[in-house]
T-cell receptor, first 116, second 109 residues
Framework: SAVISQKPSRDICQRGTSLTIQCQVD?????MFWYRQQPGQSLTLIAT?????????ESGFVIDKFPISRPNLTFSTLTVSNMSPEDSSIYLC?????????????FGEGSRLTVL | QKEVEQNSGPLSVPEGAIASLNCTYS??????FFWYRQYSGKSPELIMS????GDKEDGRFTAQLNKASQYVSLLIRDSQPSDSATYLC?????????FGAGTTVTVRA
């Protein structure tokens, strides 16, 4: 099983600022996924990050708001830009278990952001 | 219409009873299906996967899939207080995993 480390685990941010979340995996993976879980809600996929190419964003999410980097096969970052209270959520990094395109995901512990 | 819908909770069952969780999905192209368990304040963890019609058993957990009815279920037998959590149903298609809203289960001692 993959070990996924996320930083920060939690943060309190001011409106209008930006925060970058880091995700480090202990093995090389092709795809990394970023999810958002708003309070009391389920998980929504923000984007899929492949190494060496631009991230693929889901409907309702745009690169200007959630820029993603994927510099190598073990690391990715998600930036939440120009934050508003509506961005208060848990942001989760995930990778696939047992190879590519299986649908079986491991999740990091999440980054809980509160925007004031 | 949501891609994955789960029966509304919360679900409260006595210790030792069977907890039954249901899920339907809208995308007929979905290839595989999963149940994740999420304890309060924690991230989801995969507990069951099912790819073909029928039942799949793993310990006290049984997943059932009916692709014709676009229906997935999870049975938890001999429920324990440690099973108290939110259970998320997920359907996978075309590199995307879509989650239901979750059903919160409380096992009463």
């Amino acid at each position: 099983s993959a070990v996924i480390s996320q930083k920060p685990s939690r943060d309190i941010c001011q409106r209008g600022t930006s925060l970058t979340i880091q995700c480090q995996v202990d093995s090389q993976v092709t795809m990394m996924f970023w999810y958002r879980q708003q309070p009391g809600q389920s998980l929504t996929l923000i984007a899929t990050a492949n190494q060496g190419s631009e991230a693929t964003y889901e409907s309702g999410f745009v690169i200007d708001k959630f820029p993603i980097s994927r510099p190598n096969l073990t690391f990715s970052t998600l930036t939440v830009s120009n934050m508003s209270p509506e961005d208060s959520s848990i942001y989760l990094c995930s990778v696939e278990h047992r190879g590519t395109n299986t649908g079986e995901l491991f999740f990091g512990e999440g980054s809980r952001l509160t925007v004031l | 219409q949501k891609e994955v819908e789960q029966n509304s909770g919360p679900l409260s069952v006595p210790e030792g009873a069977i907890a039954s969780l249901n899920c339907t999905y809208s995308d007929r192209g979905s290839q595989s299906f999963f149940w994740y368990r999420q304890y309060s304040g924690k991230s989801p963890e995969l507990i069951m996967s099912i790819y073909s019609n029928g039942d799949k058993e793993d310990g006290r957990f049984t997943a059932q899939l009916n692709k014709a009815s676009q229906y997935v279920s999870l049975l938890i037998r001999d429920s324990q207080p440690s099973d108290s959590a939110t259970y998320l149903c997920a359907a996978f298609n075309d590199y995307k995993l879509s989650f239901g809203a979750g059903t919160t289960v409380t096992v009463r001692a």
